[in-house]
C-alpha cells in the first residue's frame, strides 16, 4: 500500500497493512504464565529465606535471653539463693534449677544452678536437723575451711548432699556447707576441684544470712575449741 | 467446573491471543527494535498476570497502560545509560544490519517516521490509532488533560504527514537519479 500525505489519510490501515508481519511468537501466554510461575516461587523462596535466616538468628536469641544464656548476656553471673549471692564468671550461666546436671530436682524455690562447659555449680540449703539450729549434718571429717569472710565445712570425697526439698541427692563431687543463721548453705559442684570451689565461694559469695569473721564459733575454733555440735551423720 | 488458577490462565490465554498482536506493534513503534518489542510485550503481559484481578474487567486498558509505562521505563533507561555508538563503525556490511529483525525493521517505512514524532504526539497516536483509545482512555493511561491529546493528535497527524511526503520526495529523487 502506498502511503503519501496527498493521499486520504487513514493512520489505522496503513499501520495495520505495514506491519501485519508484525506477530507475535506462539506461545507467549504460556511462556508468560511460566515466567510468571517461576517469579512467584523464586518470591516464596526469598521470603521463606529470610524466615529462616531470621528464626535463625532470632530463636537462639530468644532461648538464651530466657534461660540466661551467654548470647544475650555479659558480665558476672548472680547465683541467688534467699539472702545469699554467689558471683560467678562470665563464662557460666545460670541454669535450670529442675534439669542442671547436678540439680537434685527439688526446683527454683529450693535451689539453684550455674552452668559452664563442664562444671555445674549448686547452691542449696541444707536441713536444719533442729529447728533454728545450723550445721548438724556435717559429715565428721568434713576438713573446716575459711571462706571468704565466712567459716565453712569441706566435705570429703564421697559426700552427697541433699536439698531441704523433695528430690534426689545432688549429684556433686565437691561440696562446701556454709555455716548460716538457722540453716547452713551448701555450695556443690560438679566438675570442680576442692581448691577450685573454695576459691570460687571466698571470691564470690555475699550474703546477710552467714557469720562474718571473727563469729563466736571461729573465736571458739581459734582457741582449738569444738566450733559447733555438728553430728555425724554421712550420705 | 474449572478451579480457579487454571480459569485464570484459561482467560489470559485468551487475551494474549487476541491482544498480544495489537501491543506488540504499539511497542514497536514507542522503542526502537523489534527485540525492545517483544520484551517490553512480555513484561507488559507478565505484569497484567499479576494483577489478572484487577485487570480483568478490562484487560485491554489495563496492559495499554502498563505497555506506556514500561516503554517510558525503558526511555528513561536509555537516557540514563546511553549506548556507546561506533563499535561496528569499520565493520563494514554488518554495521549496516545488526540482526534480520533490524533489517525487517528497516521495511517499515510508517514506523519509522512514527519513532521521529514528539514523544507525547506519538504516544497519543499509538494509543488512538493503533490500540483504539478513545480520547478519555488516552488521556487517563498517558496521564495528561484530554485537550493536549486532541491538539497532539492533530499535530502528530500533520508532522507525520509532513514527515512522509518528505520521505517519499527523497526517494523518489533516489530512484531517479541514483547515487
Known amino acids: 500500500m502506498s502511503i503519501h500525505a496527498d493521499d486520504e489519510f487513514s493512520l489505522r490501515l496503513a499501520i495495520d497493512t505495514e506491519l501485519d508481519d508484525v506477530t507475535p511468537r506462539d506461545g507467549l501466554a504460556d511462556l508468560v504464565i511460566a515466567r510468571y510461575r517461576k517469579s512467584r516461587r523464586r518470591r516464596f523462596a526469598g521470603v521463606f529465606g529470610l524466615f529462616v535466616v531470621f528464626a535463625g538468628i532470632g530463636v537462639p536469641i530468644g532461648v538464651a535471653s530466657t534461660s540466661g544464656g551467654t548470647a544475650a548476656r555479659s558480665g558476672p553471673v548472680a547465683l541467688r539463693l534467699g539472702s545469699y549471692t554467689l558471683t560467678l564468671p562470665d563464662r557460666y550461666h545460670l541454669g535450670d534449677a529442675r534439669t542442671a546436671p547436678c540439680a537434685t530436682g527439688a526446683g527454683a524455690a529450693q535451689e539453684t544452678a550455674a552452668v559452664a562447659s563442664g562444671v555445674c555449680v549448686l547452691m542449696f540449703f541444707m536441713p536444719p536437723a533442729r529447728p533454728g539450729q545450723a550445721g548438724q549434718d556435717v559429715p565428721r571429717d568434713a576438713k573446716q575451711v575459711t571462706v571468704g569472710r565466712y567459716r565453712a565445712w569441706l566435705a570429703p570425697p564421697g559426700y552427697t548432699p541433699s536439698g531441704d526439698g523433695p528430690g534426689h541427692p545432688a549429684l556433686v563431687n565437691t561440696a562446701l556447707v556454709i555455716e548460716g543463721r538457722g540453716r547452713d548453705l551448701v555450695i556443690g559442684a560438679s566438675g570442680l576441684s576442692r581448691s577450685a570451689l573454695v576459691s570460687l565461694v571466698s571470691a564470690g559469695l555475699s550474703g546477710t544470712g552467714v557469720h562474718g569473721l571473727p563469729s563466736e564459733p571461729c573465736r571458739r575454733l581459734a582457741r582449738g575449741t569444738s566450733a559447733s555440735p555438728r553430728s555425724t551423720s554421712t550420705r | ?179
Not at chain 2, 55 to 63: I, K, L, N
Not at chain 2, 71 to 90: I, L, S
Not at chain 2, 169 to 175: A, G, H, I, S
Open chain 2, 1 to 179: 467446573m474449572r478451579d480457579a488458577p487454571a480459569g485464570r490462565e484459561a482467560e489470559f490465554t485468551e487475551f494474549v491471543g487476541s491482544a498480544s498482536a495489537r501491543l506488540l506493534r504499539a511497542a514497536l513503534v514507542l522503542l526502537d527494535s523489534r527485540e525492545e518489542a517483544e520484551d517490553a510485550l512480555q513484561l507488559t503481559l507478565l505484569r497484567t498476570f499479576r494483577r489478572w484481578d484487577n485487570a480483568r474487567q478490562s484487560p485491554e486498558a489495563y496492559s495499554r497502560t502498563v505497555l506506556v509505562n514500561v516503554c517510558r521505563e525503558r526511555w528513561r533507561h536509555r537516557a540514563r545509560h546511553p549506548e556507546v555508538t561506533g563499535v561496528f563503525a569499520d565493520t563494514g556490511a554488518l554495521a549496516v544490519v545488526a540482526s534480520f529483525a533490524e533489517a525487517a525493521d528497516r521495511r517499515h517505512v510508517l514506523v519509522r517516521v512514527l519513532r521521529r514524532l514528539p514523544a507525547v504526539q506519538r504516544e497519543v497516536l499509538v494509543f488512538r490509532y493503533m490500540l483504539d483509545a478513545t480520547v478519555a482512555d488516552t488521556a487517563a493511561a498517558l496521564g495528561i488533560p484530554e485537550g493536549t491529546v486532541k491538539s497532539a493528535a492533530s499535530r502528530g497527524l500533520d508532522q507525520l504527514r509532513m514527515l512522509l511526503s518528505a520521505e517519499y520526495e527523497d526517494k523518489r529523487v533516489r530512484r531517479v537519479h541514483p547515487r
